[in-house]
Antibody, heavy 121, light 108 residues
Framework: QVQLVQSGAEVKKPGASVKVSCKAS????????VSWVRQAPGQGLEWMGW????????NYAERVQDRVTMTTDTSTSTAYMELRSLRSDDTATYYC??????????????WGQGTLVTVSS | SFVLTQPPSVSVAPGKTASITCGGT??????VHWYQQRPGQAPVLVIY???DRPSGIPERFSGSNSGNTATLTISRVEAGDEADYSC???????????FGGGTKLTVL
């Protein structure tokens, strides 16, 4: 079955970087894009960006575009999200999700299990 | 950027029908997707392209979209439907996806 498995929880100090992985299985990785979404404790879903599984093209949300880099490794069907210069308000659960349908309007399914990133001094 | 407005909470008795709205300017011209998120779990797609159901989602879940409001309707509500529900659209003016703030569905 189609599945996305993410790396484990991280604890980082302010100013550090974190890199979360998302390993895909059950489908042809380079046919679909992957989006990253985060959720701060008790808050709603926030879209962070998208990366093409075909050619690595990216599209980032303005709020994080200066600090985020999304990449893929097609040899291992894995997507990565790196966030730099971490702040306390980056504390959140980070999800990856496969993007289905049209790039401009597609839906997210399935989602990874989530990775909790805690930023604390 | 495009703003999606959802009520923070909706309550419904078991067996009744719950309606969760998602408001946005002329949202009827966009494709709306809906996600269910139970506590401590990742979101799950329940409706895509306004009213299509993924395989495995009960027929009790349906969606509609017209004018300035999209609606997720859950018929014959069960205790297991208690969760947060979020709507999503593509904002063509920014080329970004946008989520609503989420609605907590409480089954009384």
């Amino acid at each position: 079955q189609v599945q996305l498995v993410q790396s484990g929880a991280e604890v980082k100090k302010p100013g550090a970087s974190v890199k979360v992985s998302c390993k895909a299985s059950g489908y042809t990785f380079n046919v679909y894009g992957v989006s990253w979404v985060r959720q701060a404790p008790g808050q709603g879903l926030e879209w962070m960006g998208w990366i093409s599984g075909k050619n690595g093209n990216t599209n980032y949300a303005e709020r994080v575009q200066d600090r985020v880099t999304m990449t893929t490794d097609t040899s291992t069907s894995t997507a990565y999200m790196e966030l730099r210069s971490l702040r306390s308000d980056d504390t959140a659960t980070y999800y990856c999700a496969r993007v289905n349908g049209d790039y401009g309007g597609g839906w997210f399914d399935p989602w990874g299990q989530g990775t909790l990133v805690t930023v604390s001094s | 950027s495009f703003v999606l407005t959802q009520p923070p909470s909706v309550s419904v008795a078991p067996g009744k029908t719950a309606s969760i709205t998602c408001g946005g300017t002329n949202i009827g011209s966009k494709s709306v997707h809906w996600y269910q998120q139970r506590p401590g779990q990742a979101p799950v797609l329940v409706i895509y392209y306004d009213s299509d159901r993924p395989s495995g989602i009960p027929e009790r879940f349906s969606g509609s979209n017209s004018g300035n409001t999209a609606t997720l309707t859950i018929s014959r509500v069960e205790a297991g439907d208690e969760a947060d529900y979020s709507c999503q659209v593509w904002d063509s003016s920014t080329d970004h996806w946008v989520f609503g703030g989420g609605t907590k569905l409480t089954v009384l």
